[in-house]
């Protein structure tokens, strides 16, 4: 049996909200085995994407918000490959920002919930803070947490703008995501990976 394993690619663009316009690089992330997989998050471009994909089956598109980065692309996506758009149900204003009320995702994340492929499993950890509908993804079979803009290296993602709040954020990183194994490697939205016990540190909660 064919092992899943972790795909990465890294993407430039633009992310905007509150009248202000940023340049980013985001990290496109895509797990699964030789035939089908998940793809993280929409940055950017898709034909990005794609090349990371390099012509598996697509079962789903995971948001882990739907700031714009995240999901412009994700109904362009959609139309090339046939797979549906999760998203967190908390993140529809965000959403809306971005593709107006016409253009909707297909599903609903929810807490708990365990996306299967390529014979692995990842679970969705709802992490509000960033954004109120903002997920986390573990896959314990790859040692691994996907985390969007939830966990960087160094720290909790940015609050500040609309829709965020940081006291939310520390809470959802403290009892969510620091439940996980310390050699948890942690794949975020922008930037180098950690783990949760470096994290756990910097947060002094080691």
Known sequence: MQQAKVGHG????????????YDVDNNIWVVGDD???????????????LAVVA???????????????????????????GAPILLHPDDRPLWELTHGASVAWDADLADGQKIEVGGTALTVLHTP??????VCL???????????????????????????DADVIVASIRTKLFALPGDTVVHTGHGDDTTI????????DA
Request: proline share 5%.
């Open 35 to 49: 035939a089908e997989c998940v793809v993280i998050d929409a940055p950017h471009d898709v034909d990005a994407i």
């Open 129 to 134: 803070g960033h954004a109120p509908g903002a």
């Open 55 to 81: 012509g598996r089956t697509v079962r789903a598109i995971v948001c882990t918000h739907a700031h714009d980065d995240h999901v412009r692309v994700a109904p362009a996506l959609r139309e090339r490959t």
């Open 197 to 204: 016990e470096q994290e756990r540190a910097t947060l002094g």
């Open 10 to 21: 890294v993407v430039s663009g633009t992310f905007s909200l509150d009248g202000q316009t």
């Open 138 to 164: 573990h896959a314990p079979d790859l040692n691994a947490v996907f985390t969007g803009d939830t966990l960087f290296q160094g720290g909790p993602g940015a609050t500040g703008r609309s829709y965020s």
